[in-house]
């Protein structure tokens, strides 16, 4: 790789930094069975998840959930996945990617929908987050999009240009979000989507968190 000291990447956490599907899924199904709606399997979720994560609920149900019907479903959901989140770890090679980016003097941080109490105690258990100038979770209601705290994250960050940042995350949304504050982005099979609903996105596409960072830095030196 070649030394762009100037070049910054936003890590997503769940899916993506954090190996967490097979919690994801469990409580999805644990939320989905207090309507009495049936389980799904990795394929079908990764065929189906979007967000705002109402809106993949609506595909499931055939129609909208009610206020009720998502506050007991989103309450559920964070019960199982905080119960079971403890066997979860942190993807491949995670550890030493992140100390070689900021070994050759580039900038990363951390932005998630994962509120951001839970979220960085969780990192800073990892032991990984020194390698980050800055670590936000969500704050406020869940169930939104990430566009708008993403221009948030990148305006409160230091001598980082949009222009010459890239989103690496598991969802549209990460891409989706990237677009809308002037970065980049490329999009990892590992987390909550399978290939073919990240392709239809349009940015690269990828099987591994260590050809992401390959495939960012070529995106930054050709920006």
Not at 94 to 119: C, F, K, N, P, T
Not at 205 to 220: F, G, H, P, Q, T
Request: charged share 20%; hydrophobic share 45%; aromatic share 8%.
């Amino acid at each position: 790789m070649g030394m762009h000291t100037d070049a910054h990447i936003v890590w997503d956490w769940n899916g993506t930094l954090f190996h967490d599907v097979d919690a994801v899924i469990g409580a999805t199904n644990a939320a989905f069975a207090e309507l009495g709606l049936g389980p799904l399997t990795l394929e079908r979720y990764r065929e189906l998840y979007c967000v705002p994560v109402p809106k993949f609920y609506e595909r499931l149900m055939g129609r909208v959930p009610s206020e009720a019907e998502w506050e007991l479903m989103d309450s559920t959901f964070h019960r199982y996945y905080t119960e079971h989140r403890v066997r979860c770890g942190l993807a491949e090679g995670v550890v030493e990617l992140l100390a070689e980016w900021a070994g050759a003097g580039r900038s990363q941080s951390i932005l998630s929908m994962y509120g951001h109490e839970d979220l960085v105690p969780l990192v800073r258990g990892f032991g990984i987050e020194p390698h980050f100038v800055r670590v936000d979770g969500r704050t406020g209601p869940s169930g939104g999009s990430k566009a708008e705290h993403m221009v948030r994250h990148l305006a409160a960050l230091t001598g980082v240009e949009p222009s010459r940042t890239v989103v690496i995350g598991d969802a549209a949304d990460d891409a989706v979000a990237a677009a809308h504050a002037g970065a980049r982005a490329v999009l990892y099979t590992g987390g909550s989507h399978g290939r073919a609903s990240l392709e239809a996105v349009g940015v690269p596409v990828v099987d591994s968190l260590r050809e992401a960072v390959v495939v960012a830095e070529r995106l930054v030196v050709a920006a």
